[in-house]
């Protein structure tokens, strides 16, 4: 079982739609939760991190956490074609030193 | 201001060459990470840095040789590579409080070519 699991996609909505992204984990012990989104060619950049259960919202942006189902979900609200591209979630392993561990990714296409 | 900076951002070499790889922050952050991410795959942790002093190699060829000079450099040298190790390679830094896991801020990356 891998450690980061999300569906690779390609999720289309349409323009103005939400957009809703899903992730389990496998490390009961994870504490932290985060998504970065990564445009083709760029490196990872940081969208939101969420630490406690329930919903972090920012802007147009809502991460959502259920430790017990240990399940992290993103929430994009008011798509435009300039959120296309890949939502990666990461999750910090119990243990220490922060080790971030990546899901393989999952690839957003707003058409217009 | 959450910027780490890399040098070069694209590098060619020889599977006979040496060349280094450079990573800079001045947000006082004290952990350092190197990734490698090869195309439609997510980044892999290779390396993790805390306090300068090395915390976890995920049992990476010797020939990646990490080093981290102060709390504001970090590389990673290369020395006969093979063609698969081309990829983007990524820094990264976070404030190194060892507490709650701690939010990584990524460079742009440089993309090596392994000919």
């Known amino acids: 079982q891998k450690e980061v699991e999300q569906n690779s996609g390609p999720l289309s909505v349409p323009e103005g739609a939400i957009a809703s992204l899903n992730c389990t984990y496998s490390?009961?012990?994870?504490?932290?939760f985060f998504w970065y989104r990564q445009y083709s060619g760029k490196s990872p950049e940081l969208i939101m991190f969420?630490?406690?259960?329930g919903d972090k919202e920012d802007g147009r942006f809502t991460a959502q956490l259920n430790k017990a189902s240990q399940y992290v979900s993103l929430l994009i609200r008011d798509s435009q074609p300039s959120d296309s591209a890949t939502y990666l979630c990461a999750v910090v392993l119990s243990g220490g030193y922060n080790k971030l561990i990546f899901g393989a990714g999952t690839r957003l296409a707003v058409h217009p | 201001d959450t910027e780490v900076t890399q040098t070069p951002k694209h590098l060619v070499m020889g599977m006979t060459n040496k060349k280094s790889l450079k990573c800079e922050q001045h947000?006082?952050?004290?952990?350092m990470y190197w990734y490698k991410q090869k195309a439609k795959k997510p980044p892999e942790l290779m390396f993790v840095y805390s306090y300068e002093k090395l915390s976890i190699n995920e049992s990476v060829p010797s020939r990646f040789s990490p080093e981290c000079p102060n709390s504001s450099l970090l590389n990673l040298h290369l020395h006969a590579l093979q063609p698969e190790d081309s990829a983007l390679y990524l820094c990264?830094?976070?404030?190194?409080?060892?507490?709650?896991?701690?939010?990584?801020?990524f460079g742009p990356g440089t993309r090596l070519l392994v000919l």
């Open positions: 990264a830094s976070s404030q190194g409080d060892r507490g709650r896991g701690e939010t990584q801020y």
């Open positions: 969420i630490y406690s259960n």
């Open positions: 490390d009961r012990g994870s504490q932290s």
């Open positions: 947000m006082g952050h004290r952990a």
